[in-house]
């Protein structure tokens, strides 16, 4: 069935989520950004600015169990609305922080917002599209946390030099408002959007069959997802792995500017080639095992052999520690973070195969939850080697014991997920 056949809807569902994700992660980089000159106006520690980004963590931890089952319960329209909405107001009110705890609670208050946002996206995505396409519009509406990411170091620097830090946080909070009026009116589920073409439809549901049609009518208790493997898999995965996201976001700039001597209030180059390596990274690797399964490979095949490889491209990361040149330093951070991003794509996605629609966002929202619990800890473990050596006059050498960890923390996962479901059979309910 052509393209020009069946129609093109989801794909305007897909730049929808792709500017969600991109503005989501721009408001969650500005602190990063402006980490030295805040630290400077506020007197902070590295453990001080630890605790705020564990403010962040911890709330972003419970806000994804709790929307993750809401979206379930509501639906994606209504649950993504609420969630812009809240994180779009916490990430304007950093402006008005007078002290290290208001910054606290400003980071608090977005990273509950912002926890809507994968859960309803991941949703979204298995709604609108077919098994063998997910892991594609996955790869590409992720890719918006890296242009997100490519965004800021450029529009964060601008506003700082022009208006100040306070208005950087205005003006790209309010961008989540804007966004929230194209959502309100291009957004429905499918078989209640009058845009999407009746083959189109089908074409969406080419891969449900009757049994899970049934399954999707029972009602299902969020306690019993914990009892299956499956629900483990992804779990641990993101409990793993999604610290080390959460590190590049957060100390790379504070990273180039120590180790390298960036001027934050210029435009960093450095961290745009890095963050737009990761847009390469999540669309290919969501490219990669949606077209493996399209060459007739099983899912579960297709998706264990793209992270397997997405996990050995981490593994360079290692020799960070060696690199005397920035822009070596650039190129081994760079492929580890793409292969972070085409790594998540397919996490992602492996949640969308192993259970039914209804379950999705709450399955997501566990995952979610692992990986913020484990982005709560990560960020301890990181302030306070990086405040042991800072305090012994070798803040870089902090940063090449990171850097190892980072490297080890995929394959370990892949590891772990293979035993556990060596098949990814799926749940029914």
């Known amino acids: 069935m052509s393209e020009q056949v069946i129609g093109k809807y989801r794909w305007i569902v897909v730049v929808l989520l792709f500017f969600a994700t991109s503005i989501n992660y721009v408001d969650r980089q500005v602190i990063g950004l402006l980490k030295p000159i805040l630290e400077k106006d506020f007197r902070w520690s590295e453990k001080d600015y630890g605790y705020i980004v564990v403010a962040f963590q911890t709330s972003y ?37 007078k002290t290290t705890f208001g910054f606290g609670l400003a ?15 991941i949703k979204s995505v298995t709604e609108w599209f077919p098994k063998k396409e997910r892991a ?8 918006g946390t890296n242009i997100g990411a490519v965004i800021a170091p450029i529009m964060v620097p601008w506003i700082l030099g022009i208006y100040g830090w306070q208005q950087a946080f205005i003006i790209t909070g309010s961008l ?22 009746a083959s189109e439809l089908v074409y969406i549901n080419s891969d449900v069959d009757e049994n899970s ?4 009518k029972k009602s299902f208790s969020w306690l019993r997802l914990f009892k299956y493997r499956q629900t483990w898999v992804f779990f641990i995965g993101k409990f793993l792995t999604d610290p080390i996201w959460w590190f590049f976001l957060f100390w790379l700039p504070d990273y180039f ?17 890095v963050y737009t390596a990761t847009s390469i990274g999540s669309i290919g690797g969501g490219y990669l095992s949606s077209y493996l399964i399209k060459k007739g490979w099983s899912v579960y095949k297709a998706r264990k052999t793209a992270m397997f490889i997405f996990a050995v491209c981490v593994l360079p ?40 629609k209804k379950a999705i966002s709450s399955v997501i929202g566990i995952g979610g939850m692992a990986g913020a619990v484990g982005g709560i800890l990560f960020p301890l473990i ?7 050596f800072k305090e012994a006059g070798n803040k870089s050498a902090g940063y090449n014991i990171i850097f190892i960890i980072c490297g080890c923390a995929y394959l370990t996962a892949w590891i772990i997920m293979h035993l556990l479901t060596p098949k990814m059979k799926e749940v029914s309910f």
């Open 317 to 356: 990361v290692v020799t960070a520690q060696y690199a005397t040149n920035m822009w070596v330093a650039v190129g081994l951070i760079s492929l580890a973070a793409a292969a972070h991003q085409a790594w998540s794509a397919n996490i992602f996605t492996t949640a969308s195969d192993m259970f039914p």
């Open 213 to 216: 049609n049934a399954g999707e």
């Open 107 to 121: 980071r608090a208050g977005l990273g509950f917002g912002e926890s809507g946002n994968f859960p309803a996206a």
């Open 61 to 97: 931890a419970i806000g994804l169990l709790l929307f993750g089952r809401l979206i379930d319960k509501i639906g994606t329209k209504i649950g993504y609305t609420i969630s812009i909405i809240l994180w779009s107001i916490a990430a304007m009110l950093h402006a008005v922080a």
């Open 136 to 143: 594609f519009a996955t790869g590409l509406f992720n890719s």
């Open 257 to 273: 500017s120590g180790t390298f001597h960036l001027d934050l209030k210029r435009p960093g180059w450095a961290l745009v080639v």
């Open 382 to 388: 990181v302030s306070n080697i990086l405040q042991y």
């Open 176 to 197: 989540g408002l804007l966004w929230l009026i194209f959502w309100l009116i291009f957004y429905d589920i499918p078989s209640k959007q009058k845009r999407v073409s």
